[in-house]
């Protein structure tokens, strides 16, 4: 099965985000998509989302953004062909720069212990013989405790 190589994705989406809350959990959610390489914040209100990515879906990315963020819409879609050189030759090729680090909030999830089974005992009551551990009072003795 051969790996099918997709072309690089410039999504741009606007989404409404009037609160720094809801811009880092758009950024969050954008970030932990599949695919996406980087995500910046756009716009002078700064209510559009800039994705680059390898095999991003668009229409997912929004539907996801609108239930867990509030009302966005795809504004552009942008796909960066790789280029290659006519003639063949690779000796005038620069290294790829390295893509920004984007600024991805640590997401923690809480793991607990698998669920015990209840212990389960047997009680027997005690051999003939035995004290049960009940401590007589004698009659001469004042103190009712003891």
């Known amino acids: 099965m051969a790996a099918k190589e997709s072309a690089m994705k410039k999504i741009v989406i606007k989404v409404e985000m ?3 809350r809801c811009r880092s959990k758009a950024l969050a959610l954008v970030a932990a998509t599949r695919g996406v390489d980087s ?3 756009a716009g002078d209100a700064r209510d559009q989302l ?3 990515g390898h095999g991003v879906d668009s229409v997912k990315l929004a539907g996801a953004l609108r239930r867990k963020v509030g009302p966005a819409e795809v504004v552009q879609v942008a ?3 790789k280029k290659k050189d006519a003639g063949g ?3 005038d090729k620069k290294p790829p720069a390295a893509p920004a680090a ?3 909030p640590a997401v ?3 793991q607990y212990p698998p669920p015990q089974p209840p212990v389960g005992f047997v009680y027997e009551p005690p051999a003939t013989g035995y004290a049960y551990g009940y401590h ?3 009659p001469d003795s004042i103190c009712s405790i003891m």
Do not use: H, S
């Open 18 to 20: 009037p609160c720094d």
């Open 39 to 41: 995500v910046a914040l």
């Open 50 to 52: 800039v994705v680059a």
């Open 79 to 81: 796909t960066e062909a």
């Open 89 to 91: 030759r690779g000796d």
């Open 102 to 104: 984007a600024a991805i």
């Open 108 to 110: 923690l999830y809480y």
């Open 136 to 138: 007589q009072a004698r």
